[in-house]
């Protein structure tokens, strides 16, 4: 049997568990109580009419013909950054990233742009094991570039090597924007520089696709320097008496602009890419006044006289086989290549005589 003195205790112990309530502790509960009722009520309500007001939505819709908009995956379609219309990324692909309503040109990774404006199965890659290493310890640089690495299959910040466009011989160098932009470190001014130097060496002409933020910061000085370096290389090339072409493409800007991208014998950009040194921002910060519509995109600076054409992706290649025709002196270049074998150019026909009306006018002129 239990002891009168334990019995006590537990009674005592029940009571601290369920202590006696007061009238208003009574009351209180009961208003939070309803309270939280209401409050269901209210958000089962609510729900109710938006569900009702979907319906409704749906029926204006139906009614006047409109259609749900799809629910589509990424991996289907694809948005446009200018115009904003959604895009099968299959016919993307196929018009060679380039909108159909807008034409708006997508970036290109290397690899991709290597393999549409080459012929098939002529590029052979230089300098594969040159990669950037993180030489002041800057911080967080070491995982961007690890980052990069991983932004594609086998991504590498610039492609370098030799290609044949139109069964023309070229070096050919493309940079990589998903990796930190395309911005030039130490590995891309060497692989660039070795390019231009193998380039003379065999006696090739250069094609170069460039996009790029800039000189890449984690690397200091030694980023800036490339610029030096690769503007030596590109010079010897060029006293050599070969061609390079630079395609400049969406952005090219900084230290990359200021050397071996405006540097070219003759300068190609797709429609719209952004080429300047400084960005337009900067620069309205800077003078404190608004910029014209357009400034520094590739229509404005051909306008300027700072390019020699802007041509659309779909007749770079043509374009591009055109002068390298030209320059190794082929007699029409228009016309489809034949494999080239290296030699002296064959001397030009002599061109046809013109009319006597047409001759006149010349010389009235």
């Given at each position: 049997m239990l002891k009168k003195s334990n019995f006590k205790k537990s009674q005592n112990r029940l009571e601290g568990l369920f202590p006696e309530r007061t009238p208003a502790q009574t009351t209180a509960q009961a208003a939070q109580m309803a309270a939280q009722t209401a409050a269901q009520s209210a958000t089962q309500a609510a729900q109710g009419m938006a569900q009702a007001a979907q319906g409704a939505m749906q029926a204006v819709q139906n009614a006047l013909g409109m259609q749900q908009k799809p629910d589509v995956p990424n991996e289907l379609c694809t948005k446009c950054d200018a115009c904003g219309d959604m895009l099968f990324t299959d016919d993307l692909s196929q018009n060679k990233m380039v909108c159909p309503?807008?034409?708006?040109?997508?970036?290109l990774s290397a690899q991709k742009r290597i393999d549409?404006?080459?012929?098939?199965?002529?590029?052979?890659?230089?300098?594969?094991?040159?990669?950037?290493?993180?030489?002041?310890?800057?911080?967080?640089?070491?995982q961007k570039l690890a980052r990069g690495r991983l932004s594609g299959p086998d991504a590498r910040e610039v492609l370098t090597g030799k290609a044949a466009i139109g069964k023309m011989p070229c070096a050919v160098f493309a940079m990589e924007p998903a990796f930190m932009m395309g911005s030039m470190g130490s590995a891309v001014g060497e692989k660039i520089t070795r390019l231009f130097e193998r380039a003379e060496a065999e006696n090739l002409p250069v094609v170069g696709f460039t996009v790029s933020g800039g000189a890449r910061m984690q690397e200091g000085i030694l980023s800036l320097m490339q610029m030096a370096k690769t503007s030596g290389a590109v010079k010897r090339h060029s006293d050599a008496g070969l061609l390079y072409v630079t395609v400049l493409t969406d952005p090219t800007t900084?230290?990359?602009?200021?050397?071996?991208?405006?540097?070219?014998?003759?300068?190609?950009?797709?429609?719209?890419?952004?080429?300047?040194?400084?960005?337009?921002?900067?620069?309205?910060?800077?003078?404190?006044q608004k910029l014209p519509?357009?400034?520094?995109?590739?229509?404005?600076?051909?306008?300027?006289?700072?390019?020699?054409?802007?041509?659309?992706?779909?007749?770079?290649?043509?374009?591009?086989?055109?002068?390298?025709?030209?320059?190794?002196?082929?007699?029409?270049?228009?016309?489809?290549?034949a494999e080239h074998t290296a030699g002296p150019p064959k001397p030009a026909s002599k061109p046809a005589a013109k009319p006597a009306a047409k001759r006149a006018k010349a010389t009235e002129e």
């Open positions: 309503k807008c034409g708006y040109h997508f970036h549409l404006m080459c012929d098939a199965g002529s590029f052979t890659e230089w300098d594969r094991d040159v990669e950037s290493v993180d030489p002041l310890n800057f911080p967080g640089y070491a900084g230290g990359v602009t200021a050397s071996f991208a405006m540097e070219g014998d003759i300068l190609l950009a797709e429609p719209g890419s952004l080429i300047a040194f400084a960005g337009p921002r900067v620069i309205e910060q800077t003078i404190r519509k357009g400034f520094q995109k590739a229509e404005f600076l051909l306008e300027k006289g700072f390019l020699d054409a802007v041509v659309p992706r779909n007749k770079l290649r043509g374009t591009l086989k055109y002068i390298l025709r030209l320059h190794a002196g082929v007699q029409n270049p228009a016309e489809p290549a």
